[in-house]
């Protein structure tokens, strides 16, 4: 143990433990804008600059280590007019645009300013002007709001392995972009948008798709369904000041029929559909003698690198379309059929926790003859903006039920938006098509857990399933290393680019907290828990369905609706 002193509190620090963490864990509060938890210090904003005894300049805290004796002072006269003189120099090279930016009132730039009273303009001059990448059918990339922090390019880097974008030129010309300047939808970019949960400010955003939503509900010629994705629900409570991974499914639904939805449908529904056909066709796969391993296809992130870096791979990712644009493919086809209606009358919503999901909708591939699955994705953080600007006080909603039959599910739809929750399902369900059994312990926990790369082992009637579970895009290179080598021994990996899953996913309520992720994580495991049916097979919406429509999974018509294919992606 390491004895300083901070602000004259005597502290005991472990030994190697930043000035920042040290000064942390004695209530201590010092700003930061380039710190990223768990990755190596840059020190490369100096917001976080505290004054040490015996040191003639300030000391970056994040990046510097405690020591026997040292006196450190995080708030002298000096600290706070180099933090505030920082805090300026920032806005004078920023839009004034704060009261119509997408992150007013939720930007750590706007936060500091008023931290240290920033009330004048001091030190007026020439500015960066950029023009703003709205190439990508996802994204949003405004290089003047940037504030050159470091985090988004770090986590593309270093946490997602991406490497999309990276800092170019030097001084007062520095930018972060993508290589060659070009558009994100021409890059590598998977679209997985933890950029922006990251960034401080509005310099990366998702594209807003609330102008074409509202239009559709004004239309009276036009049948407006809407889905909500699992994650959805243990995260929008936290925009409106409620609980810490409060359950607003009911709540969600009441909001979405009060914006005008004819039909507030359950991704989950689908999510449950999804692993009626992917178990069928892993257990094909397996008993067949088929390529394997067989990679799940949910995360459109994952497809879109697999697209980009892996296309000799494709012949091992599932062709099931993911669980909402199934849902729409339903809705369209099924669903219109039954209300004696054209499937171009039709227009489906999907609230999403992922940004990825507005390039999937945009995908010539799971378009059915001239028009598209889902013909519009919202993410969480946009539903919030809608509910607002209806004038609609979420918090005080009662709750309303999904309407059906699109809206029936079961506990293992709600676990997909976890980390290995696509798995857990597919696994609930292969057990009783390969033995004729319910599986008795529904809470695999061998398939949970946030570590970057889970793998288990099951034996069902004799045979034995080898899966792998893969958190976090930037884990899965050793994974398809093994398998391009001939050294895998899976036959099931379930991918999500988003670390945690789509509870973190890109679209989600912004952060910057680990334990929100938990948190989130165990509310769907709560739903789950509650649910009287836990297992997909026993959704009897679905069962309905397969008898009157799809006759069994992965037959021709189901094909046809709920399958897909991809292509190669030029680098």
Known sequence: MVELTINKLKVKAEEGMTILDAAK??????PTLCHMKDLIPSGACRICSVEVDGFRNLIPSCAYPVSSGMVVDTNSPRVRKARKTIVELLIENHPQDCLVCVRNKNCELQDLSEKYSVRE?????????????????????DPAKCILCGRCVR?????????????????????????????????DCILCGQCILVCPTAALREKSSLKQVSSALQN?????????????????????????????????VSGLKRLGFKKVFDTNFAADLTIWEESAELIDGVTNNKPLPMFTSCCPGWVKHIEHNYPEMLRHVSTCKSPH???????????????????????????????????????????????????????????????????????????????????????????????GGVMEAALRMAYYKLTGNHLDNLDLVQVRGTEGVREASFTMNGLTLNVAIVNGIGNVG???????????????????????????????????????????????????????????????????LYKEYFKEPGSHVSHEILHTSYHERAK
């Open 325 to 419: 644009e199934m849902e729409g493919a339903v809705a369209k086809t099924y669903y219109a059929k039954k209300l004696g209606i054209s499937p171009k009358d039709v227009f489906v919503v999907s609230i999403m926790p992922c940004t990825v999901k507005k390039f999937e909708a945009n995908r010539p591939e799971l378009s059915e003859e001239t028009h598209p699955d889902v013909d519009a994705v919202l993410t969480t953080r946009e539903l919030v903006r809608f509910f607002n600007i209806a004038g609609i006080d979420f918090a005080d909603l009662g709750d309303e039920p999904f309407d059906n039959p699109l809206g029936e599910s079961t506990g293992a739809a709600a676990i997909f938006g976890t980390s």
């Open 121 to 141: 303009h001091r030190y007026a001059g020439e500015t960066k002007a950029h023009a703003v990448d709205i190439s990508s059918a996802s994204l949003e990339r």
């Open 220 to 252: 009276k010629n036009k049948y407006t369904i809407v889905q909500i994705a699992p994650a959805v629900r243990a995260t929008l409570g936290e925009e409106f000041h409620m609980p810490l991974g409060s359950d607003v499914t009911g709540k969600l």
């Open 25 to 30: 864990s004695v209530g201590v509060s010092i």
């Open 478 to 544: 050793k994974v398809v290393e093994d398998i391009r080598n001939g050294k895998s021994k899976y036959h099931f990996i379930e991918v999500m680019a988003c670390p945690g899953g789509c509870i973190n996913g890109g679209g989600q309520p912004i952060h910057q907290k680990t334990e929100k992720v938990f948190q989130r994580m165990k509310t769907l495991y709560d739903i789950d828990k509650k649910m009287s049916n836990r297992r997909s097979y026993e959704n009897e919406s679905i069962k309905a």
């Open 155 to 187: 986590t593309c880097h270093e946490v997602q392995k991406i490497g999309a974008i990276d800092f170019t030129n030097r001084g007062f010309r520095s930018i972060v972009t993508t290589p060659f300047n070009i558009g994100l939808n021409v890059s």
